[in-house]
């Protein structure tokens, strides 16, 4: 199996749509429509535990879906920075904290048949509020209202479930990542 060509079909200012030539293992040739991000080296998304055993999840309004969605802080590498400074960054303009404690969690593909974009999550552990010097270095995007929820570990599960009920979507992702960051929980 193996790319043999790549052409773009369409591109905008986020994104491209692109055309892949592959050869399967008995030598056929297919072809793959695929989605890509412009200037963008990667996605981040932060899961914020606090020292008491809380968890920071985010709320914000989805264009695509037209609706509400409550998901973990996270945004693109699309300014070339190290991946946790991402999270650093994106863990202040969007919830307004701040954490020393940045911890790889995992990586991976988004959707693997539609996206070339990887995922990559940290936990930020101990957050706390962060300095009003951070915040105006690092404000929230003109385009984005965003509203924190920060709920005890052992009601986050009922918290979101009522959120869900109230018409939000949950973004399916929390709840893989927020059991990988158990271990990080005392």
Known sequence: MKILKKEVVWQG????????????SNGSIWQWEAVERVNCKGIVVVIP???NNEVIF????????GGYV????AGLNDRQEQLIDV????LIEETGLFSEEIIF?????????LSTEVLTVFVAKNVQEASEKLKKFY??????????????????????????????YLDLKIFGFLELARKFIN
């Open 70 to 73: 409550v998901e973990f802080p």
């Open 87 to 90: 999270a650093k960054r994106e």
């Open 13 to 24: 200012r986020y994104l491209r749509v692109i055309l892949l030539y592959y050869q399967d």
């Open 105 to 113: 969690l995992a990586e991976g593909p988004v959707s693997s048949g």
């Open 139 to 168: 404000p929230p995007d003109e385009s984005e209202t965003i509203e924190v929820f920060k709920i005890p570990i052992n009601k986050a599960l009922d918290k979101l479930n009522e959120l869900k009920n109230q018409g939000n």
């Open 49 to 51: 535990i606090t020292e």
């Open 58 to 65: 985010i709320r914000q309004f989805r264009p695509v879906l």
